[in-house]
Each structure stands twice: as C-alpha cells, then as structure tokens.
C-alpha cells in the first residue's frame, strides 16, 4: 500500500494526468466527507470546496510515504479550503449588505433631496397666494398661525365672535388647499 501511495503522489506531483484521474477517483469520496466536516454545509458548497482542493492538490502535492500521511494532508488541504470558501463567503455577505446599506442611504439622501425641492417650490407658491390675499384675512391668518392666537382673543382684536374668526380661517384655509400644487401627493405619502 505505501508503494501505491508513493507511486501515486510521485506520478501526481510530476504533473502525469493519468496518475491525477486515478487519484481524483480514489481520493473523491475521502475529500467530500472532509469537506462536510469542516463545512456543515450542502452537497453544492462541498463539490465546490473538493474542486478547489483537488486544484491546490495539482499544485502542491509531494511524494508522500504512506496512506496516513497521504489522508491527513488531504485533510488539512480540504479543511483549510472550506474554510478560506467560508471566510470568502462571510466576507462577501458583509460587502453586500454595506453595498445594499450604502445604496439604500443614497437613495434616502437623493429622495431626502427631491423632498426637499419640492417643499421648496410649495412654500415659494404659499407665500405668492399670501401675498395675494385681502388684508383681513391675511391679518387672520398671521393671528392664528404666526402669533398662534386662540380663536377668543383674534375675535377680540377684530370685533368678530370666535365661531366667525374659525369660519373665516378655515374657508381660507380650503381656498389655499384647492389651489396648492402637490397637495394629494403629500397627503397619499403619509
């Protein structure tokens, strides 16, 4: 047996591919359940890692002496490749969870900015329809929402009752709202 065995790395090692397809076929069942050991994962991920370890075999096998010398280096050859595939895998999940986080704040950035835009161009039209409005109103208005008033006391200042003073506001109110581009589209949004 450790003749076969020198005989086989030896043939291996010197790049004989016949000797290499023998090997594979000898060594394949040994390397997969290695591979299940060190991974714990499907049938895929582990024909994967054999693949990848039988290339590194290609690569680096030397003349080996016996059978247990033979199976414990293939051992650590599929181990350390599972777990590199493990690592590598790891690592990828990582760059794409900080790709998806990065465009998911992109996106909030460049809606944030689109926001932003279109409030603009509402306060510029909101301040054009103020302008626009009878001074009694806009005296209303500012009284309720800029000096935050109740309702008593704006009756008070302009000789109405506080029921006139809410009536008056809230028609002006659905004037403006009627009138105000985008108005649906930020009431649907919330």
Known sequence: MNQHVRDVTSAVASGDSE????????????MFSAARRASGRDESFCLDVV??????VIRGIKTLESEDALSAWLRRVVTRTAYDMLRAESRRAVRERAAARSRAEASRATGTAVEHAALQER???LREELSKLDEETARLLHARHRA?????RIGRLVGLKPG???????RAAGRLR????GIGEVEDES
């Open 51 to 56: 693949h990848d370890a039988m290339l590194k």
């Open 19 to 30: 000797a290499f397809a023998c090997f594979y076929r000898e060594r394949f069942d040994e």
């Open 123 to 125: 306060l510029e039209w």
């Open 164 to 170: 006139a003073v809410d009536g008056r506001l809230q």
């Open 148 to 152: 935050v008033l109740t309702l008593k």
């Open 178 to 181: 009627s009138g105000a581009p």
